[in-house]
Structure formats: C-alpha cells, structure tokens
C-alpha cells in the first residue's frame, strides 16, 4: 500500500536574556514541566520565522534565531521538532492564557535543569541546546525564481 506520509514539523527556542537566564513556559496540557516556548509550523512557514512567530505569541517576547542545535522525531505522534538557540530582541513578558500557564527566565544550569524541565524528551533537547557551541546551517529558500530567504549559519562559540 502506497502511503503519503503526514508529519506535523514543530519548532522550539532555548531563549536566552542579557543576564543568561532560559525563558521557560508551562502549557496547560504538559503542566508537569517547564518547556522551551515553540509550536506548529505553519504551511509555507520558513522555520526561522515560525520559532519567532510562536515564541512571541506565547510570550510577548521577540527573539532572533542564532542556529539549530538538534532536530527530533516523536515517532507515535509524527512530529518532526526542530530546535532553535535565540537571544532575546525586545518585549515585555506577557502569556498567552489559552496555551500557556505561566513563563519566565530562569537560571537554569546543567546541575539543577531537573528542578524545571521534568520529561525526558523535553530535557535532552534542551541539555543539548545548552551545550551547543557550533550548529547546523539552515536556511529558507524559494524555487522558480531560486532565492534564498533567510539562512543562519552562525558558528562562534557563545
């Protein structure tokens, strides 16, 4: 049987501030731990900017992309997670109430990151977003005319 696969691409930030805190937020339907803000991907959506898109409709904060630290497959739901390391832009910390139960920044380190984030899927992606010191290029393209969007490639130790 000649099958269309159907995944759903999500996208996710470790967010940094000035002060080198990790923005965290708790969902109504994952309230057993803190999370790094994302969501769905729209169609047509470039990556870059639907990791912007959710983490400023969820938190009221704008960030800018710095690279992709780790792509992810929940093979039972079919969900292809990509994760984005971002700094802070602007914005005051506002929730939105519908999804997110509570967010904020915290001083999350290696050594007490459990405290936070609880499930182990969400604890490697961000373990691993915290180590990140080179990450993978990715960029937006469009086709017909061949352009190039949007592309991060940044590789400086942070």
Same mark, same amino acid.
């Given at each position: ?38 969501? +769905?991907? *729209? !169609? ?9 898109? /959710? ?5 009221? @904060? %704008? ?32 929730? +939105?109430? *519908? !999804? ?9 380190? /290696? ?5 936070? @984030? %609880? ?19 990715y960029e937006t393209v469009t086709v017909r005319p061949d352009q190039v969007l949007s592309r991060l490639? *940044?590789?400086?130790?942070?």
């Amino acid at each position: 049987m000649d099958r269309t696969p159907k995944h759903i691409v999500a996208v996710s930030a470790l967010v940094t501030n000035e002060n080198g805190e990790v923005l965290l937020v708790k969902t109504h339907w994952r309230s057993d731990t803190w999370e790094s803000p994302g969501g +769905q991907v *729209e !169609e047509g959506e470039g990556l870059d900017q639907a990791v912007i898109r /959710e983490v400023l409709e969820e938190t009221g @904060i %704008t960030i800018r992309p710095i690279g992709v630290t780790g792509v992810y497959y929940n093979a039972t739901r079919h969900i292809l997670s990509v994760v984005f390391k971002a700094k802070v832009v602007s914005g005051e910390l506002s929730i +939105q109430p *519908e !999804e997110i139960m509570e967010a904020g920044f915290f001083p999350v380190s /290696e050594a007490d990151i459990g405290l936070y @984030i %609880t499930r182990p899927n969400m604890l490697s992606r961000t373990l691993d977003a915290m180590r990140a010191e080179v990450f993978v290029p990715y960029e937006t393209v469009t086709v017909r005319p061949d352009q190039v969007l949007s592309r991060l490639d *940044e590789t400086i130790k942070l």
